[in-house]
């Protein structure tokens, strides 16, 4: 549905892109148009960076990080960061008391 020109279709594959586990998934972006290539290599050069897609990647991020109606997905990834976190820092301590 993510390839759809509807625009009810893009926007109910947004929506259901914030339900569900985390799952490794590699998402591959197809541009078509040879002056939208040439706008986004310059723009990731300009970056610093080598690749386009590391450049669609860290527009994401700046999305995810500024967009207002992702208010609510950025308090649940802090939460589940938060509990990655306190697992990582328990199963630290767990080794650390093993070695003693």
Known sequence: MSG????????????????????????????????????YRIAAQALGMQEVASFLVWCAEYVIRHNRRLKEVRRSIRYVERDLRRARRRLRQAEKARKV
């Open 4 to 39: 759809s020109w509807n625009a009810h279709d893009r926007l109910k594959a947004r929506m259901a892109a914030c339900l569900g586990t985390y799952s490794p998934y590699r998402y591959t972006v197809r541009v078509d148009d040879d002056h939208d290539r040439w706008k």
